[in-house]
């Protein structure tokens, strides 16, 4: 039983230059598990809370003070004691720590990089890595990656609207297997780009980020990559959406912008829209539409 003795965390930066949160739980025997909390460009409004300062004199108002001292100050008397290696203990401590629904109280970048990081440790205690703590020790498989190839919205200077086109390499027998896949796919998407004389600059995660004359383009694009890369478009690769509609939505007039192609949609209409390029284009999932 490796028990927790204690807790520490610091405000670090992230891939763009934000702060972020970086919790250490430590162990009985010297060991010690580290985890960051991602933060992304953009948040749905039903999203768990990631706590910033808002102090506008430090970090744009980005600052993670606030979530770093109630990591140390709260959420360390709560699981210090604890077996890491019950995940289940420690997060049900960590939600009667904070029981608001999107964890506004103590911020959820506080709570869960507790989470993570007892992780880690618990890991680091048996000597394994994390993936076969998680999994078990016949653990071995992992899910179908979901590769952000185009950028738009807010993770991107452009004109696409969708914050992420990502491509699903879903039609091989393994995870080597389908990112080498995914990674052909984003070189033909580069030459396709090129041969068209569209910018090939990356946007906030990575992905190309064009202008383009409307979001299907984007849809377009990415099915002639995956045929130039010798894939079968719905059969071996298929295509996810992050719409982040969150970000497009008008609440005063309950309407939807999509300005880079000049259209106001109500709700039906956004739906019909997500249907035509269902019909079209072998989308399987869409997020935050």
């Known amino acids: 039983m490796p028990e927790i003795i204690d ?65 140390t100050d709260v959420l360390r008397d709560e699981v210090v004691g604890l077996d890491a290696e019950d995940q289940c203990a420690v997060d049900a401590a960590l939600l009667r720590a904070d029981s608001s629904p999107n964890k506004g109280t103590l911020g959820a970048n506080a709570v869960l990089g507790v989470s993570l990081a007892a992780a880690h440790a618990a890991a680091e205690a048996k000597g394994m890595p994390l993936f076969r703590h998680l999994g078990g020790v016949i653990g071995r498989t992992l899910p179908v990656p979901l590769m952000n190839l185009m950028n738009g919205g807010a993770h991107a200077d452009n004109s696409l609207d969708v914050q992420e086109f990502m491509i699903v390499p879903h039609g091989f027998s393994s995870f080597r297997e389908a990112l080498r896949a995914g990674a052909e796919v984003f070189h033909h998407l580069k030459k396709r780009l090129k041969a068209d004389r569209l910018s090939t600059a990356v946007g906030d995660e990575g992905g190309y980020a064009p202008n383009l004359e409307t979001n299907e383009k984007a849809l377009m694009y990415l099915v002639d990559a995956i045929g130039a890369a010798g894939y079968v ?55 935050d539409g």
């Open 7 to 71: 807790v520490l965390s610091r405000e670090v930066l992230d891939s763009r230059g934000f702060p972020t949160v970086e919790v250490d739980v430590f162990v009985e025997g010297g060991v010690y598990g580290r985890a960051l909390v991602p933060s992304g460009a953009s948040t749905g409004e039903h999203e768990a809370l990631e706590l910033r300062d808002g102090d506008p004199t430090r970090f744009l108002g980005k600052g993670t003070l606030k979530a770093v001292g109630h990591v």
């Open 233 to 287: 478009a719905g059969k071996h690769i298929s295509l996810a959406l992050d719409v982040a509609a969150s970000e497009l939505f008008d609440a005063k007039r309950g309407t939807y912008r999509l300005d880079g192609e000049g259209k106001t949609l109500d709700g039906a209409q956004l739906v019909s829209l997500y249907e035509s390029w269902r019909g079209r284009y072998p989308i399987v999932s869409i997020e």
